[in-house]
């Protein structure tokens, strides 16, 4: 199996918007990221439970995938 990555954009958990940030803008563990659609505040840690949630649903996906595909060449 090939080396493949993964793009996750953090969403607005009361949206789904796209949180877009300043690229100089660094955030940390208990900040607040304002989503520019509904002016709600996010807390950055669920953020990134969320978004690591995604990561590990998309790669266990693919894995099934490829097994599938593996065997069912033979």
């Given at each position: ?26 955030f940390q ?9 509904c002016n709600?505040?996010n807390d ?31």
């Amino acid at each position: 199996m090939s080396e493949k990555s993964y793009k996750i954009e953090l969403k607005c958990l009361f949206c789904d918007h796209v949180l877009v940030a300043e690229e100089s803008k660094k955030f940390q563990s208990g900040d607040l990221i304002p989503c520019s659609n509904c002016n709600k505040e996010n807390d950055y840690d669920s953020l990134i439970e969320v978004a690591k949630e995604k990561g590990i649903e998309l790669i266990r996906d693919d894995l099934k995938d490829h097994f599938k595909k593996a065997f069912e060449k033979k």
